[in-house]
C-alpha cells in the first residue's frame, strides 16, 4: 500500500499516544517506557506519530518530543491537535506554539482541530491555522471527529489551504464512517485516519473475522487491523513492543478483495 497526507509519504501504520504519560493530567512514571516504545516504533519503519495538546495535559506531546531527539525529523509525520475550547485566532496561536515547545520541534506535520466547535465560526479557526502554515508551525492542517458536513464547511472555509485529513474513530466493531465520512474523503482526497483502530483492544466475539484470522495463518486483532487499513491509516495506540510487533503483522496480510468484502458485508 502507498499511504500519504498532503502528498507526504507516511508508513501504512502510525502510532497514537492516547494514554502514554498519563490521561487528563500527567502521570510520570512510565515516561522511560513510553519513550523507548516510541523509539522502537521508529526504528520498525513506523514514521507517523499522532499526539494531542489535551493528552496527559501536554505530556504526551513531552514524551514524542523525547522520543525523536537525535534523529531526523524530516523523517518523522507528527500530528497533533487542538482542543476544541481553543478554537478562536489567537487560542490557536497559543495553543500551536505551546505544542511546538512540548514537541521540542520548529514545526509539526498536521494541524489538527480536535473536536468541532459550533461556538466557533469554522472561518475563524480555519484562517487561524492557516496563519500558523503561512509561519511554516504546520506543514499541513486538517480536522478531527467532523462529519460530512462539518468537513464541507472546513474545505469552503479555507483559503490558501486544503484540509489534508480527517481523523475519525473507526473499527471492524464500529464501522459507521464506512456509509459516510470516510466516501467523502476518498471522493475529496481527503486522508481518512483512523483512531481506536483495534477497538481499545476489545477484540471479541466475530466468526468471520475469526475464520478469516485463521484462513491467513494471522491473529483477529492483526486481521481487523488489515482491515481498516484498506481505507485509512490508522493509529493504534500501544506501550509495550511486542503488542507493536503484534500490530505490525498486519502489514503481511495480502488479503483478497472477496474476501475483505465478506468482511464488510458482515
Keep these: 500500500m502507498s499511504r500519504s497526507i498532503g502528498g507526504v509519504s507516511v508508513s501504512d501504520i502510525g502510532i497514537g499516544t492516547w494514554g502514554m504519560g498519563g490521561t487528563s493530567k500527567a502521570d510520570y512514571r512510565n515516561d522511560q517506557d513510553s519513550v523507548e516504545t516510541l523509539r522502537y516504533a521508529l526504528s520498525k519503519g513506523i514514521n507517523l506519530i499522532d499526539t494531542a495538546e489535551m493528552y496527559a495535559a501536554g505530556h504526551s506531546e513531552e514524551l514524542v518530543g523525547k522520543s525523536i531527539q537525535g534523529l531526523d ?142 484462513k491467513y495463518s494471522c491473529k483477529p486483532v492483526q486481521m481487523s487491523l488489515r482491515y481498516v487499513m484498506e481505507r485509512s491509516i490508522p493509529i493504534p495506540k500501544t506501550s509495550d513492543k511486542k503488542h507493536l510487533d503484534d500490530l505490525l503483522g498486519a502489514l503481511n496480510i495480502n488479503i483478497s478483495k472477496e474476501d475483505y468484502n465478506i468482511l464488510a458485508s458482515t
Design 73 to 214: 525529523r524530516k523523517k518523522i509525520f507528527i500530528t497533533t491537535k487542538i482542543w476544541h475550547t481553543h478554537l478562536h485566532k489567537e487560542q490557536v496561536r497559543k495553543s500551536t506554539e505551546e505544542s511546538l515547545k512540548r514537541l521540542g520541534t520548529d514545526y509539526v506535520d498536521l494541524l489538527l482541530i480536535h473536536w468541532p466547535n459550533s461556538s466557533v465560526p469554522i472561518k475563524e479557526t480555519i484562517a487561524a491555522m492557516e496563519e500558523m502554515l503561512k509561519e511554516g508551525k504546520t506543514r499541513f492542517i486538517g480536522v478531527s471527529n467532523f462529519d460530512v458536513q462539518q468537513t464541507k464547511d472546513a474545505m469552503e472555509a479555507c483559503r490558501d489551504s486544503v484540509i489534508a485529513a480527517n481523523q475519525i474513530e473507526y473499527n471492524y466493531w464500529n464501522r459507521g464512517g464506512e456509509s459516510s465520512v470516510i466516501p467523502y474523503c476518498e471522493e475529496k482526497g481527503i486522508s481518512v485516519i483512523a483512531y481506536s483502530p483495534i477497538n481499545r483492544g476489545k477484540i471479541d466475539g466475530s466468526d468471520v473475522l475469526n475464520r478469516m484470522a485463521h
